[in-house]
């Protein structure tokens, strides 16, 4: 008799796909940008109080939140520039910008180990994406409320929710 570990398992399928779902999503990770701080500050120094410079607020913020190592000056400097971001895009009444910001805030507060915080936040992102119809911004925002499940079932739902908005918005490498 064959011995196959997959046969001990009720449903082999869904156990493929939730180990499958677990490795492609659990650590998210995000590629730091190809420019440096110092290029980034310079674009941002030049810039207009435009959308282009809230991308690139938001591009450093995260170049600081996704650098090696959960450092709190990183941290830090990562959520004074969001503030910098979420302010301008209110300013221009730039919903996406908004929303990205408050995605970003939520990731911070998580990697501070405010978990608490950061779920509050991700629901509220979610909810704004759901109001303004931002589907990005959506299927990130369930990317990240999968981050905070306390089980695989509840972190495979979420991911589920993202994974047909994903498909639909074309970001196969999220997929």
Known sequence: M???ALNTVK????????????FLFNAQVYAQPKKSAEELNNEISVAKND??????????SGFYLNKEGEIKDDLDKAEKINKRAK????YLAYKAGTGKAMLLDAK?????GDVKNGLEKAKQTLAYA????????????????AMYGS?????????????????????????
């Open 11 to 22: 449903n082999p399928t869904y156990f493929t796909f939730a180990i499958l779902l677990f």
């Open 151 to 175: 089980n695989l079932d509840e972190r495979i739902k979420h991911k589920k929710m993202a994974i047909p908005i994903l498909k639909k918005n074309g970001a196969k490498e999220k997929q």
């Open 2 to 4: 064959n011995y196959n």
């Open 87 to 90: 302010f301008l895009s209110d």
């Open 130 to 145: 759901l109001r303004y119809n931002l589907m990005e911004l959506q299927a990130n925002a369930y990317l990240e409320e």
């Open 51 to 60: 959308r282009n410079k809230v991308e690139l607020l938001l591009t450093l």
């Open 108 to 112: 911070i507060s998580r990697e501070k």
